[in-house]
């Protein structure tokens, strides 16, 4: 079981993951087989790189690193290994991981409401 992370540790989880998304979808922008729309997707990825600005600035303004350094580690191997695989995706394939992408945007989301 995990233990409940505090505000700062859910800042910094949520921008490493955040961060991930944002690399996984520069890497989309090298596939041409995919045909999203190309105006919806540079919007996406506009307010992907602000939420991780924003939470950068958050982050600076905490003392130290949370210690939950597992957790950290544990999301991004999970999204290294999306995005080694991404590299040989088909068509449906990033289809998929656009479904499990907004997976993970809905659960940073409560994730990031969470009061404690």
Wanted: aromatic letters at 8%; hydrophobic letters at 35%.
């Amino acid at each position: 079981m995990v233990s409940p992370l505090k505000a700062g540790e859910r800042i910094i989880f949520i921008h490493e993951a955040v961060n991930s998304i944002q690399e996984l979808y520069i890497n989309y922008v090298k596939h041409d087989g995919v045909t999203w729309d190309p105006k919806k997707l540079q919007e996406f990825q506009v307010k992907l790189h602000r939420q991780a600005s924003e939470l950068q600035q958050c982050i600076r303004k905490l003392k130290s690193r949370a210690s939950h350094p597992s957790s950290y580690k544990k999301i991004k191997t999970y999204f290294k290994r999306l995005l080694l695989e991404s590299k040989n995706y088909s068509t449906s394939d990033w289809e998929a991981v656009r479904a499990e992408v907004l997976i993970h945007l809905r659960r940073l989301d409560i994730l990031g409401s969470v009061e404690q």
